[in-house]
């Protein structure tokens, strides 16, 4: 009775250990099923697939700063504000720059007076100077018409010398004869009389006429020292008469810069005047607000700064041994942590340099402490539009891309 329970009890215990060892075979091999099922489908994703977890939303942010110094008279804006382009910010107390305008005014209205005062000198100046040349040339031709009547005289005057001197000979020779026959009794006492007052008259008429001759050849010098100064007078004019027409030209352009400067300082006046308006130059969400009402401020201080969400990409670091395949157009699938959800998009470009690069201080690997270091280079990718939850995203979240490159 005792054996036979011995060895019926022995049989359950010896089928219990092959049934355990049966089913940790089949577990195992699950296991290997299910291990070279997942590496599998690894190494075919990975070859049809690059992703990186060193990726962000990127965006344009737009520093606002005034072009003026002044003091805060009014702010308009608060922290994370959504404002559009064109938007007044914050306002500068504009006194001084309304002062401004108006002497800038007062200097146009000046500079316009002195303008018209100089214009017409122009025209007076051209007017003088070409009576002045008419004047002086009729003077040169009257001067040449004395000069020509006076050498006339003259020449009459040498032909009646000439023949009174003639004369006057002729009544000396006779004179001397009738002295001569006077003494023979060959003539009266009253024709030697006659004769002694005729060579009396011609030496007389010799006198008078070389006195008249001086007197024509004064006149004669005094015309052409006439004519000489008319000519003169001429030449000054023809010389003189255009220079002075540039001279007041050139103060006529004078008071027209002045004008110009003048107009162009009135439009900087007013610029700074509307400057004073603080305006946001694009739309989008206010940040980095550090203003406040009364606030004295410079320009190029930054004021704020205004993210354009209506615009964003996704910025991702790949490895440089990822880019192998990674080209432009590439359909991209990228998974926002703040979402919770995937976005699609495509490759927009691969940067021109590695990001460390483009750092502040890029590694100088020329030194001698050079180590390999796996380099990443900035990939940008495009947001395909009308997605739900592009909204809600802002530069700098995190984000997952995965490259579809085969």
């Not at 075979?25 to 099922?37: S, T």
Request: charged share 20%.
């Amino acid at each position: 009775m005792t054996a036979t329970a011995t060895a019926t009890d022995s049989k359950p215990a010896s089928a219990a250990p092959a049934k355990a060892s049966g089913r940790g075979k089949f577990i195992a091999l699950g296991v290997l099923v299910v291990v070279a099922c997942g590496g599998g489908a690894y190494y075919n994703h990975s070859r049809h697939y690059e992703e990186t977890d060193d990726a962000q939303v990127d965006g344009d942010i737009s520093a606002v700063s005034p072009k003026v110094a002044g003091n805060l008279r009014t702010v308009f804006v608060k922290e994370n504000q959504h404002v559009d382009a064109g938007d007044v910010l914050a306002e500068i107390d504009p006194s001084d720059f309304e002062v401004a305008v108006a002497q800038a005014k007062a200097q146009v209205s000046t500079a316009e007076a002195q303008l018209r005062a100089e214009e017409p000198g122009v025209a007076i100046m051209e007017t003088s100077n070409d009576v002045a040349l008419a004047t002086t040339s009729s003077d040169v031709g009257s001067s040449r018409a004395d000069l020509a009547g006076a050498e006339a005289t003259l020449k009459q005057t040498d032909a009646q010398l000439v023949q009174a001197q003639a004369n006057e000979k002729l009544a000396a020779s006779e004179l001397e004869r009738s002295k001569a026959l006077i003494a023979s009794g060959s003539i009266s006492s009253a024709e030697l009389d006659q004769r002694t007052a005729a060579a009396d008259a011609a030496r007389a008429a010799t006198v008078a006429l070389t006195e008249a001759r001086l007197a024509a050849s004064e006149r004669v010098n005094q015309a052409r020292s006439r004519l000489n100064a008319s000519s003169s007078r001429v030449t000054e004019v023809q010389r003189n008469g255009p220079r002075q027409v540039v001279t007041r030209r050139a103060s006529v352009d004078i008071r027209q810069a002045n004008l110009d400067l003048a107009r162009a300082q009135l439009r900087q006046a007013e610029l700074n005047l509307g400057y004073t308006k603080i305006t946001a130059p694009v739309g989008g969400l206010v940040g980095k607000k550090s203003i406040s009402v009364g606030d004295r401020v410079q320009p190029g201080q930054q004021l704020l700064a205004i993210t354009q969400t209506q615009k964003l990409w996704v910025t991702a670091n790949f490895r440089e041994t990822q880019l192998k395949l990674i080209r432009v157009g590439q359909p991209v699938t990228m998974h926002v942590d703040a979402l919770d959800a995937d976005l699609t998009g495509t490759i927009e470009s691969i940067g021109g340099a590695t990001g460390s690069r483009y750092s502040l201080l890029p590694p100088e690997n020329a030194t001698g402490n050079y180590v390999k270091v796996v380099q990443r280079v900035p990939v940008r990718i495009a947001l395909a539009p009308d997605q739900p939850g592009l909204d809600a995203l802002r530069p700098g979240l995190s984000v997952e891309p995965e490259v579809k490159v085969r």
